[in-house]
């Protein structure tokens, strides 16, 4: 059993546990396996960034309730383990970055920004491999924790596995003609989409989000997308960045707006599938556009 933080929960206990996931699309693969049996709570419910989280006493009473918490690992939400151990040390903490079946990746020496080589990018979730993996997970401890629940979970996941392989099938749809296009967004947030359906690697505005880039950045940048035609650029809610919004002015561009912690979406199970789908339609949109402005 993968418990990295806490204690194991006892399989005699009576009740399903009480967990908590941190960010919206990785509640809902956890609301998906537990459909029927449980409803996990989200600790993330807004448009913020975990990278700028600061706990309110809401936060401090749900993660004070939960058994079990899902989360993408200390990359992500850096305030968490410090924050469950001070008021509730001992929840099982499950993270994504610590189990073997998921697939991590790293921006290598020949990236176009300035993250360390090998550093670990912790945005697992937007990899529909890696959804498959944590449901796969998440099923197997949930079972083991609550046995009258073991079947159930087993299949709930199954069944969500199921709906995700069509869901990839029509993203790979989407993006067939965006295949190797590169695309500008503020900070590298997008990387496990990009290479789970083939687009270029991304052009990177900050290395890490909370850094301003310099002026002698933004003309690298500039040249860049000029040099490359990139006529593709990408926003974020978290990061209303002015850098963006400054060299979309000046090439004449509307930058597409993509939420890689789907904030604006209401909380379920159906969330996972649908984002995933509409952001592969507003990059296909954004590389068209990009396509009918050239001469």
Request: hydrophobic share 40%; glycine share 6%; net charge negative.
């Amino acid at each position: 059993m993968l418990c990295v933080y806490g204690t194991v929960l006892s399989a005699a206990d009576p009740e399903p546990p009480r967990v908590l996931a941190t960010i919206k699309p990785i509640h809902s693969i956890v609301v998906a396996v537990m459909d029927g049996i449980s409803e996990p709570d989200l600790l993330l419910d807004g448009n913020i960034s975990p990278h700028l989280f600061q706990a309110k006493p809401s936060h401090i009473r749900t993660a004070g309730r939960a058994e079990v918490v899902v989360w993408a690992g200390e990359g992500i939400e850096r305030f968490l383990p410090s924050m469950m151990q001070n008021i509730n040390d001992d929840a099982l903490m499950i993270s994504m970055a610590e189990h073997p079946s998921v697939q991590y990746r790293v921006r290598d020496k020949h990236s176009n920004h300035d993250h360390n080589e090998g550093e670990i990018d912790y945005h697992f979730w937007l990899d529909p491999k890696n959804a498959i993996a944590l449901a796969g997970v998440l099923a197997e401890e949930l079972a083991e924790i609550d046995p009258p629940n073991a079947d159930q979970y087993k299949s709930n996941a199954a069944t969500f596995v199921q709906q995700l392989g069509s869901t990839t099938t029509e993203i790979r749809t989407l993006l067939a003609a965006a295949e190797g296009r590169k695309y500008f967004i503020y900070h590298d947030s997008l990387q496990y989409l990009e290479l789970a359906f083939g687009l270029g690697e991304a052009i990177i505005v900050a290395p890490q989000p909370q850094v301003q880039a310099g002026g002698k950045r933004l003309r690298a940048l500039r040249n860049q997308l000029a040099e490359q035609q990139v006529g593709c650029l990408i926003s974020e809610p978290q990061f209303r960045s002015p850098v963006v919004k400054s060299i979309a002015e000046d090439l004449g561009i509307e930058p597409a707006l993509i939420d890689p912690l789907a904030t604006g979406y209401k909380a379920g199970a159906d969330l996972y599938p649908s984002w995933l789908v509409d952001m592969a339609t507003t990059l296909a949109d954004c590389f068209f556009a990009s396509d009918n402005r050239k001469p």
